[in-house]
């Protein structure tokens, strides 16, 4: 069953941290996603990035970088968190030749406090 | 960019009930799909439906390239249908997707 894993399902972090969110998927996929869900406002796109070292800004990557050093792992960096980063971050990927079909991950709820 | 809005934003059903979700889409798209969140937070990928219908068990999809928006049908709900639903369309290039807001869908025993 092919998967995308984030590493942690709940975290809680300090105003100022810096937070690793991870993502790893075992479908050979090219396409890699960061988003992140609010209520009322539906998916957003962070960052996405289409081949190893390769990444571009979504529409809110303001507070947030990237790593893409393997195809199969994507890394969501908030190099300073904030209490307004406090949202449930999804990672999804997706290959090139499905009609770009995502797969998504189960989800990282992050609270800054 | 391209605008996607979907209605209604809550649903509330009765285990059985029939029910249609709309998503409008404000420019021309070649690729449309339709998600379930699930109460956990799980996003699965139902249908993947740039023209025509499409059916799978108690859903179905249809969209209507030429006017702009698409539809899921949801027959003989379960409790299991409970979640949000979203649609969503390329922009740019790249396999990026933009989403609608979703419609909260609870279906009651």
């Known amino acids: 069953d092919v998967k995308v894993t984030q590493s942690s399902r709940y975290l809680v972090k300090r105003t100022g941290e810096k937070v690793f969110l991870e993502c790893v998927q075992d479908?050979?996929?090219?396409?890699m996603f960061w988003y992140r869900q609010d209520p009322g406002l539906g998916l957003r796109l962070i960052y996405f990035?289409?081949?190893?070292?390769?990444?571009e800004k979504g529409d809110i990557p303001e507070g947030y970088s990237v790593s893409r050093e393997k195809k199969e792992r994507f890394s969501l960096i908030l190099e300073s968190a904030s209490t307004n980063q406090t949202s449930m971050y999804l990672c999804?990927?997706?290959?090139?030749?499905?009609?770009?079909?995502?797969?998504f991950g189960s989800g990282t709820r992050l609270t800054v406090v | 960019g391209i605008q996607v809005e979907q209605s209604p934003p809550d649903l509330i059903l009765q285990e059985g009930a029939n029910s249609t979700l709309r998503c409008n889409f404000s420019?021309?798209?070649?690729?449309l799909q339709w998600f379930h969140q699930n109460p956990w937070g799980q996003l699965i990928n139902l249908f993947y439906i740039p023209s025509g219908t499409k059916q799978n068990g108690r859903l179905s999809a249809t969209t209507v390239a030429t006017e702009r928006y698409s539809l899921l049908y949801i027959s003989s709900s379960q409790t299991t249908d409970s979640g949000v639903y979203f649609c969503?369309?390329?922009?740019?290039?790249?396999?990026?997707?933009?989403f609608g807001q979703g419609t909260e869908l609870s279906v009651k025993p």
């Open positions: 999804a990927s997706s290959s090139i030749g499905q009609h770009y079909g995502y797969t």
């Open positions: 969503a369309v390329p922009y740019n290039q790249g396999g990026k997707l933009i």
């Open positions: 479908m050979d996929h090219e396409n």
């Open positions: 420019d021309s798209v070649n690729n």
């Open positions: 990035s289409y081949d190893v070292k390769m990444k």
